[in-house]
């Protein structure tokens, strides 16, 4: 471990420095902005749900910036095809004349993906883009190729209108390392919005870190020290989502079905990365429940009888967490 501890320091102290940098443009959304960073710290993918306008795009721009990643921006609309994204093989004739097949890379190929309202498209290109996210390759007429590191996507629903659009089946849906929710902004924090995007003032992003030392610091946050308690914690959360739970849970009631597997290495990586970001070589019960909503979000569902009584995912963890905290404090 004390080889770890320099690299570490000075990686942790940079990814804080990439963070001040983003909000030195994007207006609140702290935890937004902390929720990705961790996300691409654990070499992950996150979904990002929130209304229009709020500024989903600008953010993982300037993250971008910040890291000086490569940026594309993927709009999904019904009638968007996987070769749209994934691109296509081409007939074409060499210099001597004769033909052979190129692979042409559609917009996908890029190291910051923003899949913007990926429930527009249709579950043959939403299958697409998930093959590449699960994968990190991308396979066309029997060809793989491989993504180059890092790869992020950050897909994005809007909560709004959702007619005419073609919902991510659950198992889809557990690929997301994490999902986001965007808060709207308060009224002071609107006003700063105003004063930097009307004035003449132009705020520049820096880049902070290069793409071999983020590919550094998404390898010390694996060499990031739990302890078997900790661990446990976490298994002991997972099984409270679940309805045949031997956990005493009042709220089992309302589940349909639970996380599984996924949904516990999704919090124990994230909790990894936030201790990282944090400055700390180890995982503490604290990164554990802070991580805990967001990686599970997306990996329960609640049943009728929940939904007849105004009960939400979001609610149903926050009860989780509460409880488990009882059981810890008795």
């Known amino acids: 471990m004390s080889d770890l501890l320099e690299p570490f320091e000075e990686m942790s102290q940079k990814m804080s420095d990439v963070r001040k940098e983003i909000e030195k443009f994007i207006v609140g959304q702290e935890q937004a902005i902390e929720y ?17 306008g709020l500024g989903k795009t600008m953010l993982i721009r300037t993250i971008s910036e910040a890291l000086d990643l490569t940026f594309k921006r993927i709009q999904f609309t019904p009638d968007l095809m996987p070769s749209d994204i994934t691109g296509t093989t081409l007939l074409e004739r060499d210099e001597e004349g004769r033909q052979r097949f ?12 923003l ?4 429930n527009r498209a249709t579950p043959k290109t939403q299958s697409a883009l998930l093959e590449a996210m699960g994968e990190k390759t991308v396979t066309v007429l029997g060809n793989t190729y491989l993504m180059e ?20 089946p659950e198992a889809q849906l557990d690929r997301f390392l994490c999902k986001i929710n965007l808060l709207h902004p308060s009224a002071g924090e609107l006003k700063e919005i105003v004063k930097r995007t009307t004035g003449t003032a132009i705020i520049s992003i820096q880049k902070v870190i290069s793409r071999e030392e983020l590919l ?25 989502t679940q309805p045949e739970s031997e956990e ?17 290495q999704a919090i124990i990586r994230l909790a990894k990365a936030r201790a990282f970001l944090f400055g700390r070589v180890h995982v503490s019960i604290g990164d554990i429940r802070a991580v805990a909503k967001p990686a599970l979000l997306h990996r329960i569902q609640l049943n009728y009888e929940a939904e007849a009584e105004g009960i939400s995912n979001e609610t149903f963890l926050d009860q989780v967490l509460v409880s488990m905290r009882r059981e810890a404090v008795g």
Request: net charge negative.
């Open 36 to 52: 990705t960073l961790l996300s691409i710290l654990a070499d992950g993918h996150a979904l990002l749900e929130g209304a229009p």
């Open 102 to 113: 190129t692979f042409n890379e559609g917009p996908l190929f890029s190291q910051l993906v």
């Open 115 to 118: 899949a913007d309202e990926i």
């Open 149 to 168: 590191k890092p790869f992020f996507v950050l897909a994005t629903q809007n909560p709004i209108d959702m007619e005419g659009t073609y919902p991510l």
């Open 216 to 240: 550094q610091a998404q390898k010390l946050v694996r060499e990031i020290v739990i302890a078997e308690e900790m661990i446990d914690y976490a298994i002991q959360l997972i099984s409270m």
């Open 248 to 264: 005493e849970n009042e709220w089992a009631q309302y589940i349909q079905f639970g996380s599984g597997p996924r949904g516990l």
